[in-house]
């Protein structure tokens, strides 16, 4: 069992959810030793008391446990795959936890490397934005070996409220690319319903109070619909993060030989509001699609 006494816990990656997932885990006693391409993000863990490392391999050297937190497939291959990735430089018995939206061919890739090593390598990507992230409150879907998932579902507890066991390694991120296409067709629905609204002359914010909690209640249209009306498009979730996301999925659906209409509108949809510099805005700048 992992407990502060004989449990080191590694970091990688300390942006917008990173960072309060890391923080979680050191509120609980662990020592956090953490990297992050712009030591300026991870100024706030660095002050409450985390260490610092110059490398991914650096940390694979100090902690037992590793997650990583990271933008892009392309991200997640180098610093675990790399010449100075975590899988070559772990020690044998350590737990990687990827964290990341990827490819779920990658995170087999990750694991069948791993294992080769005698190193636990976990597939576990998370739902529920900057919110979910800040208030522990994540959803975590998990792929890997069912032991070694068990072993982890304690830190797995500090970072999240809903931890399901998926199945094999890849599993985890192919239920994210599940949630991902629920949410791409959704938040189609909740901009158009908004941007009706107010054509229609009625106040947005009454509206949102009829139909948050009937049938046509999300996530979405609870948390992003009201950030949409007070013009606040920071990101929770970065749109270019959604956007290689929706791309996933369309190469898993095409693989699998199904159609997936209402995630390709979406992906045509986001893809014009990166062209027009809204690629670091969160995904609730959707809104914005109807003003321009």
Same mark, same amino acid.
């Given at each position: ?13 300390? +942006?917008?959810?990173?960072? &309060? ?12 030793? *953490?990297?992050? !391409? ?5 100024? /706030? ?7 610092? +490392? ?25 610093? =675990? ?16 936890? /990827?964290?990341?939206?990827? $490819?779920?061919?990658? @995170?087999?890739?990750? =694991?069948?490397?791993?294992?080769? !090593?005698?190193?636990? &390598?976990?597939? @576990? ?22 032991? /070694? ?14 931890? *399901?066991?998926?199945?094999? $390694? ?7 690319? #599940?949630?991902?296409?629920?949410? $791409? ?5 909740? #901009? ?8 229609? +002359? ?8 009829? %139909?948050?909690? +009937? @049938?046509?209640?999300?996530? &979405? ?5 009201? !950030? ?9 979730? =970065?749109?270019?993060?959604? %956007?290689?996301?929706?791309? %996933?999925?369309? /190469?898993? $659906? ?11 509108? @979406?992906?045509?949809? =986001? ?8 690629e670091n805005s969160g995904t609730q700048a959707l809104y914005k699609y109807?003003?321009?």
């Amino acid at each position: 069992m992992f407990t502060p006494e004989n449990t080191v816990i590694g970091f990688i990656g300390t +942006g917008v959810m990173g960072k &309060s997932m890391a923080g979680h885990l050191m509120a609980a006693g662990y020592q956090v030793f *953490i990297y992050s !391409r712009t030591k300026e993000k991870a100024g /706030d863990l660095l002050e409450q008391g985390a260490e610092w +490392g110059e490398t991914p391999q650096e940390v694979a050297t100090k902690a037992n446990v590793i997650f990583t937190m990271v933008g892009y497939p392309s991200d997640v291959e180098e610093i =675990y795959l790399g010449e100075n990735g975590l899988v070559h430089h772990a020690k044998p018995g350590s737990y990687l936890i /990827d964290m990341t939206t990827s $490819a779920p061919s990658l @995170a087999v890739k990750i =694991y069948k490397a791993a294992k080769g !090593r005698d190193i636990h &390598s976990i597939d @576990a990507p998370v739902s529920g934005g900057d919110v979910g992230a800040k208030e522990a409150k994540l959803s975590i879907m998990v792929g890997g070996e069912e032991e /070694d998932v068990e072993a982890v579902r304690p830190l797995l507890n500090l970072m999240g409220t809903n931890i *399901i066991y998926q199945g094999r $390694a890849g599993a985890g991120q192919h239920t994210k690319m #599940c949630n991902q296409i629920a949410i $791409a067709s959704n938040m189609i629905g909740v #901009c158009e319903a908004i941007v009706y609204a107010e054509k229609a +002359g009625l106040n947005p914010d009454a509206v949102l109070k009829s %139909i948050t909690t +009937g @049938a046509a209640g999300s996530w &979405s249209l609870t948390n992003l619909a009201p !950030r949409m009306l007070n013009g606040n498009f920071e990101p929770g979730f =970065y749109i270019k993060h959604f %956007i290689k996301d929706m791309k %996933i999925a369309l /190469d898993e $659906a095409e693989n699998m030989e199904m159609k997936v209409p209402g995630l390709a509108l @979406a992906k045509k949809l =986001y893809d014009q509001l990166a062209e027009m510099g809204e690629e670091n805005s969160g995904t609730q700048a959707l809104y914005k699609y109807w003003k321009s």
